[in-house]
């Protein structure tokens, strides 16, 4: 699993601790996210921008639930960030 697949997982699997099985569902709905697994955790982001489908799924989770999930998307990705080129960072994650 690449870097953005690691930080994409790590950020479904912050919002599930707080809205439970909701989180893959929604994370489900972005194009580019392919849920493989839910129980192993296995994910793929593929088909387009990483960027633009991280950036998508942040905006999903804050529409639904406000401001305080797209901070617990900053920390939960907060860990991967250091090993993406700045040009590589989401913009929902500066």
């Known amino acids: 699993m690449n870097t953005i697949d690691q930080l994409t997982l790590n950020i479904i699997k912050e919002q599930e601790l707080i809205i ?14 392919h849920i493989i697994d839910v129980k192993a955790g296995n994910i793929s982001v593929e088909n387009g921008d990483k960027k633009t489908i991280v ?3 942040v905006s999903r989770y804050e529409r639904l639930f406000g401001r305080a999930s797209r901070e617990v998307c900053k920390e939960a990705a907060a860990p991967f960030l250091a090993s993406l080129a700045p040009a590589d960072v989401p913009s929902s994650l500066k």
């Open 55 to 57: 950036d998508k799924l």
């Open 20 to 33: 439970g099985p909701l989180a893959w569902r929604e994370a489900s709905k972005v194009s580019g996210i």
